[in-house]
């Protein structure tokens, strides 16, 4: 059982270029969530999904982009990189019932340059 | 929308026993959920309170007041490896999500 995974561990990325965080979870959980947290400060939702086939904004959506075609994966797609999307993003899974335990993967180090 | 506010830095010596205060304004509310990060770490939960009143996990306890939307999370004995940033949570269930709202995080520094 290796609850949420997510790939890469680190990256850096040039102004204006693309990429696909991967995020993975084992724990046949409905709910999904993918966070950045920036340096000294805490969490900031950007989407959420509660099943297969539907997502939703969070708090800071723009710049971003989220599919949910399984229950196990839930990809992070970042379009024309920008330096303010610097930060470390965080994939976590919940139990529908339980949703104030979240599990969080080991997060996805990225720089914009 | 929901804000949270807690200290940003608290400093206590191993074995002593240290509070992390919380108070949140929230349009709707759900319940208070507690997180522990250590530096370059992913988040781990701790603790959860729906309702009034202490709820007690080992050497970690979390107390809520609804009427006052104040909440505390306790360390006791305090160690070494507590050093760590501890997150309060208030828990949103509006639109079915079950989404996290979460401050800004408190640093704990536990010294010899």
């Known amino acids: 059982n290796a609850g949420v995974t997510q790939t890469p561990k680190f990256r850096i990325l040039k102004i204006g270029q693309s990429m696909t965080l991967q995020c993975t979870q084992d724990?046949?959980?409905?709910?999904m969530y993918w966070y950045r947290q920036d340096p000294g400060m805490g969490l900031k939702l950007i989407y959420y999904s509660v099943g297969a086939g539907i997502t939703d904004k969070g708090e800071v959506p723009n710049g971003y982009n989220v599919s949910r075609s399984t229950t196990e994966d839930f990809p992070l797609r970042l379009e024309l990189a920008a330096p303010s999307q610097t930060s470390v993003y965080f994939c976590?899974?919940?139990?529908?019932?339980?949703?104030?335990?979240?599990?969080f993967g080991p997060g996805t180090r990225l720089t914009v340059t | 929308g929901q804000s949270l506010e807690q200290p940003s830095e608290v400093t206590a010596v191993e074995g002593a026993i240290v509070q992390i205060n919380c108070t949140y304004q929230t349009s709707g509310f759900y319940g208070l959920s507690w997180y522990q990060q250590h530096d370059g770490g992913a988040p781990t939960f701790l603790s959860y309170n729906a309702l009034d009143g202490l709820e007690e996990t080992g050497r970690f306890s979390s107390f809520l007041s609804r009427s006052d939307s104040y909440g505390y999370l306790l360390l006791q004995e305090l160690q070494m490896k507590d050093s760590a940033s501890y997150f309060c949570?208030?828990?949103?269930?509006?639109?079915?999500?079950?989404?996290?709202?979460f401050g800004t995080g408190t640093q704990l520094k536990v010294e010899l």
């Open positions: 976590a899974s919940s139990d529908g019932l339980a949703g104030y335990e979240q599990y």
């Open positions: 949570a208030v828990r949103d269930g509006k639109g079915g999500g079950n989404k996290l709202t």
């Open positions: 724990m046949n959980h409905n709910y």
